[in-house]
C-alpha cells in the first residue's frame, strides 16, 4: 500500500473536522433515505383491503385481500434472497452505494403501484405488475435495513453508537406512522367509490417521489469512516466474505436472528392491527388507522429514548430482556380488550403495543453491527435479518389473517408470543456491546486486528 492509500489516523484534525461537519449531512441522508424506504413498504399492507378488489378481484372480497395479501407476502421472499446477495457487495464495495441503489428500487416499485390501471382495464397486466414492483421493492429491502445500520453505527462517536443506531428505527418508526397517517387520510377523505378507484394511489405517488428525494441525499453523502478504514473488506471478494461470516461468526448470527425475529409482532402491529379491530370488532377501518397513528407517536419517542439510554446503561442487559418481557405478558390481553367497544380502547392497545416494541427495537441494530466486525457487518446482519424478516415478517398479516378466517382470533397473539419466547431465550446469551472506545464499534474479532494483521504482512 502506497503511502497516499493509508487512511488517516483516527485522531488525524482534518479527519476530525471533516467527519465531525459532515456528520449531521450523512444522518439525515440515512434516516430520511430508511423513512423513505419503509414508508413505501408498509403503505401496502395498510391498504391492502381497499385495492384488493381493484388488482386483484374474486369472488369475496376476503379472496381478494388474500391475493394483495400474497403478493405483499413476495417482497418478503425475495428479501433474504437479496440480503445474501447484495450485503457482501456493500462489504466489499460500500454502504453508500448500496443505500442509494436500494431507494432507486423503492421508489420505482411505488410508482409502478401508483399507476398501474385496474384488473378491468388491462386484465392480468394489472396483478403482475404489482408483483413486479413488489420484487423490486423486495430487493430494495432486502439490501436497506444492515447497510443503513453498519451506514449509521459506523458513523457515530464511540459514546453515541446507541442513539446512532436507533435512528434507522426511529425512521421506520416514522414511516409507519406516515404510512398509516396517509391511508387514514385517503379512507377518512374519499367516498368508498373515490377511495376503491382511484384515492389509494395517492400515498402510493407521495412516496414515489420522496424515494427520488432520497435519493439525491444519498447520492451526495459520505462513505463511512470505519468502512473507508477498512482495507479487509475491500480485498475480499463477496463470497470469499460471506464463506468468512459462517465459518467465524455462527453464534453472532443466530443472535442476530433472535433480535430481529420479534419482526412478527411488528410487522403484525404496522399492518394488520387496523384490519385486525376491523374483522374482529367491527371498527371502522379509518378510526382504525386514527387509532394507530397515536400509539405510533410514542413509539418514535421511546426508540431513540431508549437507544441514547443504553449508551449509558448498556444494551443487553435492559433493553431486549425488558421488551421481549413486556411482549410476552401483554399481547393476549391487548388483542383480548379490543372485544371491548370504544375508540379509546383501540387506541391503549395500539399504544401499549408500541411501547413494548420501541424498546425491543431501540437498540438490536447497534447490538447487531458491534456483534461483527466491519469486514462482514453488512453481510452479518443481513444474512440474520433478511431471512428471518422472510419467515416470520413477511408472513405475519398472511397468518394473522388466516387464524381469524379460521375463527380463531386469539392465536394471532399466541403465535407472537411463542417467537417472541425464544427470542428471550437467546437474549440472555448475548455479550454487553456497549463499550466506550474509541472504535466506532467493538465486535468480537473486530476489523481492526484483521487489517494490523494483513498490513503487517
Not at 380488550?337 to 438490536?364: D, E, K, M, T
Not at 408472513?395 to 411463542?418: E, K, N
Request: aromatic share 10%; proline share 6%.
Amino acid at each position: 500500500m502506497t503511502t497516499s492509500d493509508q487512511p488517516n489516523p483516527p485522531n488525524h484534525p482534518a479527519t476530525t473536522s471533516t467527519t465531525e461537519r459532515r456528520r449531521p449531512i450523512n444522518l439525515l441522508a440515512g434516516t430520511v433515505g430508511h423513512f423513505v424506504e419503509w414508508y413505501d413498504w408498509y403503505v401496502y399492507g395498510l391498504l391492502a383491503a381497499v385495492f384488493s378488489s381493484q388488482i386483484f378481484p374474486s369472488h369475496s372480497a376476503f379472496a381478494s385481500l388474500v391475493a394483495a395479501l400474497l403478493t405483499y407476502a413476495i417482497g418478503f421472499v425475495v428479501r433474504p434472497l437479496s440480503g445474501i446477495i447484495i450485503s457482501p457487495l456493500a462489504d466489499r464495495y460500500g454502504r453508500r452505494r448500496i443505500l442509494t441503489l436500494a431507494i432507486s428500487e423503492m421508489a420505482l416499485g411505488a410508482l409502478i403501484i401508483a399507476f398501474t390501471p385496474p384488473f378491468a382495464v388491462i386484465g392480468y397486466g394489472a396483478p403482475v405488475l404489482f408483483v413486479i414492483a413488489r420484487i423490486l421493492q423486495g430487493i430494495s429491502a432486502g439490501s436497506e435495513q444492515q447497510s443503513a445500520i453498519a451506514y449509521m453505527v459506523e458513523h457515530a462517536p464511540a459514546n453515541r453508537r446507541g442513539l446512532f443506531g436507533s435512528f434507522t428505527n426511529m425512521a421506520s418508526g416514522l414511516a409507519t406512522l406516515a404510512a398509516t397517517g396517509a391511508a387514514a387520510i385517503v379512507t377518512s377523505t374519499f367516498s368508498p367509490d373515490a377511495l376503491a378507484a382511484w384515492g389509494w394511489r395517492i400515498p402510493f405517488f407521495v412516496g414515489g417521489i420522496l424515494g427520488v428525494v432520497g435519493l439525491l441525499m444519498r447520492a451526495r453523502a459520505d462513505e463511512s469512516p470505519e468502512y473507508e478504514a477498512s482495507v479487509l473488506a475491500k480485498q475480499k471478494s463477496a463470497p470469499a466474505g460471506l464463506r468468512e461470516l459462517l465459518r467465524n461468526h455462527p453464534k453472532a448470527l443466530l443472535q442476530a436472528a433472535a433480535l430481529s425475529a420479534p419482526a412478527v409482532a411488528y410487522y403484525t402491529w404496522a399492518t394488520f392491527l387496523p384490519t385486525y379491530a376491523n374483522l374482529t370488532s367491527g371498527r371502522d377501518l379509518s378510526s382504525t388507522l386514527a387509532g394507530s397513528v397515536i400509539g405510533l407517536l410514542l413509539l418514535v419517542i421511546v426508540v431513540p429514548f431508549c437507544g441514547s439510554l443504553s449508551d449509558r446503561l448498556g444494551r443487553r442487559k435492559i433493553f431486549p430482556i425488558v421488551g421481549a418481557i413486556g411482549m410476552i405478558v401483554l399481547f393476549y390481553p391487548l388483542l383480548l380488550l379490543l372485544n371491548q367497544p370504544g375508540f379509546g380502547v383501540y387506541v391503549i392497545v395500539s399504544a401499549s403495543g408500541w411501547i413494548v416494541l420501541g424498546i425491543w427495537q431501540s437498540v438490536y441494530p447497534t447490538i447487531q453491527a458491534e456483534l461483527f466486525p466491519a469486514s462482514v457487518r453488512v453481510s452479518g446482519i443481513g444474512f440474520a435479518h433478511q431471512i428471518v424478516i422472510a419467515v416470520f415478517g413477511g408472513t405475519a398479516p398472511l397468518i394473522a389473517a388466516a387464524f381469524v378466517s379460521a375463527g380463531h382470533p386469539m392465536f394471532v397473539a399466541l403465535y407472537m408470543i411463542v417467537v417472541v419466547a425464544l427470542c428471550l431465550a437467546v437474549y440472555f446469551t448475548l455479550p454487553e456491546t456497549g463499550s466506550r472506545s474509541n472504535r466506532t464499534t467493538v465486535a468480537p474479532n473486530d476489523s481492526a486486528a484483521a487489517d494490523a494483521q494483513l498490513l503487517h504482512h
